[in-house]
């Protein structure tokens, strides 16, 4: 296993990249970023051959082709409209490339570039990238243009602008910062369409389209709302039925209660919550909208059997 110590990618990685690259730029200890087309015979460069870690956040996105990586010791498959985002906690490392050219662009970011961008935390608490062990793999075809976009920008504006000028810096934190946001968004997409597909074929089976329009509608709202409301009759209301046909549907359509699935919306975001988000418990409680620390706590152990307290320190 190999660990890089100051932030940035090995040097057998970087002579890699820099050597088959279609571009490959470094703005100072912020990113790399690069643009690659790769074919099997490349993935036998001696200098790949052991799984690495990247004590910063990395983005692998392909966007024709595919390859296999070996992530923590299993084998994903990353195909063509696919974004693989990994920290410090996965070794990695490309297994085989499995079409005549895969096309990828990587982007690596320090630690200490990330804590400069001060992402909005607001924003970050409604995101389900958090919600996934490491690595995520995320589905990005309606997105690739657009992201490649960011990309190639990064590019330019470390190779055409001064370097050392606070313009280019901030030109940098602004690009990152909106591709975060996007991803974020991504990210927040694939899990409700995920919920919302398995929901919906395992409704199919046994409903009819009335019913499966309101476990979908009922889906989407928890969606937008499981932060500020947990009240079956707020979600009755809002799709015009009583709260007692709307468990009856969603309990016979989905083996679920309605209320166990806005019970994990609120048990997914308070975890992430108080694991990523530097809030104290009292802020988490007030931002999932609970009366007070005692109610949540109180909501928290009924459910995962364990105090706020004692998950944050397991």
């Not at 820099?18 to 470094?26: L, P």
């Not at 990247?54 to 390859?67: A, C, D, I, K, R």
Request: with cysteine.
């Amino acid at each position: 296993m190999k660990r890089s110590n100051d932030c940035r990618p090995l040097p057998e990685v970087v002579d890699f990249i820099s050597q088959n690259a279609v571009f490959f730029t470094t703005f100072g200890n912020d990113y790399h970023v690069s643009h690659l087309e790769l074919t099997p015979e490349m993935i036998d460069n001696p200098g790949l051959k052991e799984p690495m870690s990247f004590p910063g956040l990395s983005f692998v996105m392909v966007t024709s082709g595919e390859m296999e990586m070996e992530l923590n010791t299993e084998v994903h498959l990353i195909p063509a409209g696919s974004m693989l985002v990994t920290d410090s906690r996965t070794l990695q490392k490309i297994k085989s490339v499995k079409a005549p050219k895969t096309v990828v662009y990587i982007l690596f970011l320090t630690q200490e570039f990330l804590k400069s961008l001060n992402l909005d935390i607001n924003v970050l608490r409604n995101a389900h990238i958090r919600t996934s062990t490491e690595p995520v793999i995320l589905d990005v075809k309606g997105s690739a243009d657009m992201l490649t976009g960011y990309m190639r920008m990064l590019n330019e504006n470390a190779t055409n602008n001064n370097p050392s000028s606070i313009y280019t810096k901030n030109i940098s934190r602004s690009l990152i910062a909106a591709l975060c946001y996007q991803m974020l968004q991504i990210a927040d997409n694939n899990y409700v369409t995920d919920v919302s597909s398995r929901v919906v074929s395992s409704t199919a089976k046994t409903s009819g389209p009335r019913r499966i329009n309101y476990v979908k509608a009922f889906m989407e709202l928890i969606h937008e709302h499981y932060a500020r409301e947990r009240s079956l009759g707020f979600y009755a209301d809002k799709l015009c039925i009583s709260p007692k046909y709307l468990s009856a549907i969603i309990k016979e359509c989905t083996n679920r209660s309605a209320v166990e699935w806005i019970d994990e919306y609120v048990m997914i975001e308070a975890k992430n919550m108080l694991r990523f988000s530097g809030m104290n418990i009292q802020q988490v409680a007030y931002a999932l909208n609970f009366r007070n620390q005692s109610a949540f706590g109180k909501y928290f152990k009924h459910l995962s059997g364990m105090s706020p307290s004692q998950f944050q320190k397991s």
